[in-house]
């Protein structure tokens, strides 16, 4: 969870909605405000953050 809290804050947002709680992009989309592109861009951006900061921790 703290490299999640990592995250900027609207992909940090999108990421929890999606990934913990489990909304769908178009209820993250209805709920943000925004479209279900960008709820989708958020999450493949927190995905591959993620994934690089996981790769660091391992060196």
């Not at 703290?2 to 940090?12: G, M, N």
């Not at 960008?38 to 060196?59: C, D, F, G, R, Y």
Request: net charge positive; glycine share 4%; hydrophobic share 40%.
């Amino acid at each position: 969870m703290t490299i999640i809290q990592q995250l900027p804050p609207a992909t940090h947002a999108v990421f929890v909605l999606y990934a913990v709680e489990g909304y769908t992009h178009k209820e993250i989309a209805t709920e943000l405000k925004i479209s279900e592109g960008t709820s989708k861009w958020h999450v493949s951006e927190a995905k591959k953050s993620l994934q690089q900061k996981i790769m660091l921790l391992k060196q």
